[in-house]
């Protein structure tokens, strides 16, 4: 099961990007849905920041 779930979360990556990402999650010890989660949660992060602060301007 969780081998469908990480092949899931590449299926819009080509060869080449799933590649690169596995490369990438290697080099920080990290599985693949580990390292894009942390990756996903640092937008997310940057994003509720980028929103405070057009909220306190407005």
Known sequence: MKTINKISMLIYATNEERERIKKAAAK???SVSKFMLECVME??????ELTKRNDKHD
């Open 28 to 30: 920080m010890n990290l």
């Open 43 to 48: 937008q997310v992060t940057s994003i509720e």
